[in-house]
């Protein structure tokens, strides 16, 4: 047998005894006779193996070969020092299109604007590496964030002191505060620090009763239909599935810390007790006049509201709405040049009015939607219109055509979604209120107005289906929504983040953009290039 075969198999052997008698060891905790055997075997074999290669080490060096084996060396030592400032000093990039392995640009700003400490401690299975990753981010993100870990199973003196029984879950402190997060997501990561960072939920109550969007309904989605095509906006009738919801915005809102829920009117007369904002999405039928007064009482005591009404729809909201100095406009607004997808019922929105709620917004669009119009002024009242179609829009009046009619229409730009901030009157209120005391349409109004006693904000909005399941998470709908909520909630330094949605990538544009998009890649650039062909073919020739 070749010598250099025998030591490397006295080598190899050596070592393989010695790691033998380790991982026996390690298992037995205690020494035993045969394992000291193991031990004293694979030591007696290396020390054979690296007496016997003295004789092949010094005529390696001294040929060739000793380059090759210094190179390396020196590689292999190259990939040491990385792997230890690897260690030290990590860094990650996420090459995925989505950025499924990084926090969302929303919980990065929601991290960077937390005041109170937050200690996590996660318990984890050896099968749970991407939530251990997924809170590491957390740490890493905020220096007022700390996390520690372990696995219920190898320390079972840390589960029951937490009071944990399973893996996965999490036991969050702040000051005196402490919360547990089972979900590892995110979402639920992100909503458990925002609330024991901040120690206040604010609760969302979503009116029921009329047909008005499910927030705890996961399906997909109510809308006006036309008996020809189907779309969102050019339609005749409603069609009504049962399963209509919002759950998508209801279970963002709940990411950011707020507790949302139904009420009814109708069955609890202190139905809206307790509530911070009260959303009203798009009702089917008419509120009763007991329950207008009750919405009225909340604004006049400090409540806020955001209210969501559709185009053919008699909801008797008006007098509500009249009081924050605005007017819902009949009929459905249209847009020919500025729409989403193909349906000139369904404006898109790209730039917007200078306010809290439209910052960093994307393109928003309506499926459907009405227009507002501001008033005479109203004592207390601040109106602000926040978006408002193209100059090419025009709002139809008739529900069976889309035809533009001069005198009868209502001409563009027409304001979509506008802000109402209402306070108590004071001394300069007082003219006015005298101006609107004489006239008969201002009577009630001047009422009303006299009711204020606490600062309240209204949204009001001539459309319910951009919030819904079917378009929440479609461009910046869903950004627009959060944004009113943390308005109307006086919590602006929640406005701007969302929790991310996994969605499919999708590329969506305006009908514009589609007409240049077809224009350019179907004529532009096929005779450019037949242009640049006939040149070099004449040149050539």
């Known amino acids: 047998m070749d010598s250099r075969l025998k030591i490397g198999i006295s080598l190899l052997a050596g070592i393989g005894f010695l790691l033998s008698a380790l991982a026996v060891h390690a298992?037995?905790?205690?020494?035993?006779v045969w394992n000291v055997v193991l031990g004293a075997v694979g030591l007696g074999l290396l020390l054979v193996g690296v007496v016997s290669i003295r004789k092949e080490i010094?005529?390696?060096?001294?040929?060739?070969?000793?380059?090759?084996?210094?190179?390396?060396?020196?590689?292999?030592?190259?990939?040491?020092?990385?792997?230890?400032?690897?260690?030290?000093?990590?860094?990650?990039?996420?090459?995925?299109?989505?950025s499924l392995y990084s926090l969302s640009s929303q919980?990065?700003?929601?991290?960077?604007?937390?005041?109170?400490?937050?200690?996590?401690?996660?318990?984890?299975?050896?099968?749970?590496?991407?939530?251990?990753?997924?809170?590491?981010?957390?740490?890493?993100?905020?220096?007022?964030?700390?996390?520690?870990?372990?696995?219920?199973?190898l320390n079972p003196a840390q589960a029951r002191l937490h009071g944990v029984r399973f893996p996965g879950t999490a036991v969050m402190t702040s000051e005196d505060r402490r919360s547990v997060v089972n979900g590892?997501?995110?979402?639920?990561?992100?909503?458990?620090?925002?609330?024991?960072?901040?120690?206040?939920?604010?609760?969302?109550?979503?009116?029921?009763?009329?047909?008005e969007a499910d927030p705890f309904s996961k399906e997909m989605h109510d809308h006006i239909e036309a008996t020809a095509d189907h779309n969102h906006g050019t339609g005749v009738e409603y069609v009504l599935h049962e399963?209509?919801?919002m759950a998508k915005a209801r279970g963002s809102l709940e990411s950011l810390n707020y507790e949302v829920q139904k009420v009814s009117l109708l069955k609890e007369q202190s139905g809206l007790e307790g509530c911070q904002v009260l959303v009203v999405a798009g009702p089917k039928a008419a509120l009763l006049e007991t329950e207008v007064e009750m919405i009225k009482s909340?604004?006049?005591?400090?409540?806020?509201?955001?209210?969501?009404?559709?185009?053919?729809?008699?909801?008797?909201?008006g007098s509500i709405i009249n009081a924050y100095g605005a007017q819902l406009d009949d009929g459905m607004v249209v847009d020919d040049t500025n729409h989403f997808g193909t349906d000139p019922s369904a404006p898109a929105i790209t730039s917007y009015n200078y306010h809290q709620?439209?910052?960093?917004?994307?393109?928003?669009?309506?499926?459907?939607?009405?227009?507002?119009?501001?008033?005479?002024?109203?004592?207390?009242?601040?109106?602000?219109?926040?978006?408002?179609?193209?100059?090419?829009?025009?709002?139809?009046?008739?529900?069976?055509?889309?035809?533009?009619?001069?005198?009868?229409?209502?001409?563009?730009?027409?304001?979509?979604?506008?802000?109402?901030?209402?306070?108590?009157?004071?001394?300069?209120?007082?003219?006015?209120?005298?101006?609107?005391?004489r006239s008969n349409d201002g009577a009630e109004l001047a009422k009303d107005a006299a009711l204020v006693s606490k600062n309240s904000r209204v949204i009001i909005v001539g459309d319910s289906d951009f919030a819904t399941n079917s378009f929440f998470h479609v461009l910046g709908n869903g950004h627009l929504f959060l944004n009113a909520i943390s308005y109307l909630s006086a919590q602006e330094n929640l406005i701007g983040i969302q929790p991310p949605l996994r969605e499919l990538p999708r590329f969506n544009l305006t009908n514009r953009q589609m007409k240049a998009t077809f224009i350019i890649a179907l004529f532009l650039m096929p005779s450019l290039l037949f242009l640049i062909g006939t040149a070099v073919w004449w040149r050539q020739r």
């Open 243 to 245: 399963t209509h919801g």
């Open 107 to 153: 919980t990065k700003a929601m991290l960077q604007r937390l005041e109170q400490p937050v200690h996590i401690i996660f318990f984890h299975s050896h099968q749970m590496g991407d939530s251990v990753e997924r809170y590491k981010l957390f740490a890493r993100q905020s220096d007022k964030v700390t996390v520690e870990f372990y696995d219920p199973t």
């Open 357 to 437: 709620i439209t910052r960093d917004v994307p393109l928003t669009f309506y499926p459907g939607a009405r227009s507002l119009s501001p008033t005479s002024p109203v004592p207390g009242v601040q109106v602000t219109p926040v978006v408002n179609t193209s100059r090419s829009s025009f709002g139809e009046t008739t529900r069976d055509r889309i035809d533009y009619e001069r005198g009868v229409d209502l001409p563009g730009p027409r304001t979509l979604m506008l802000a109402a901030n209402r306070r108590p009157l004071d001394e300069d209120d007082a003219r006015l209120m005298e101006d609107l005391t």
């Open 58 to 98: 010094g005529p390696l060096f001294q040929r060739r070969r000793a380059g090759i084996v210094l190179s390396t060396i020196g590689l292999l030592g190259i990939y040491i020092c990385v792997g230890y400032f690897s260690l030290v000093y990590p860094w990650r990039y996420d090459m995925t299109a989505a």
């Open 184 to 211: 590892d997501s995110e979402a639920d990561i992100a909503n458990g620090v925002l609330r024991i960072a901040q120690g206040v939920t604010q609760l969302v109550c979503f009116l029921d009763g009329h047909g």
């Open 298 to 317: 909340f604004l006049e005591t400090g409540g806020n509201a955001l209210l969501m009404v559709d185009p053919f729809v008699e909801t008797n909201l």
């Open 27 to 32: 298992v037995l905790l205690e020494f035993v």
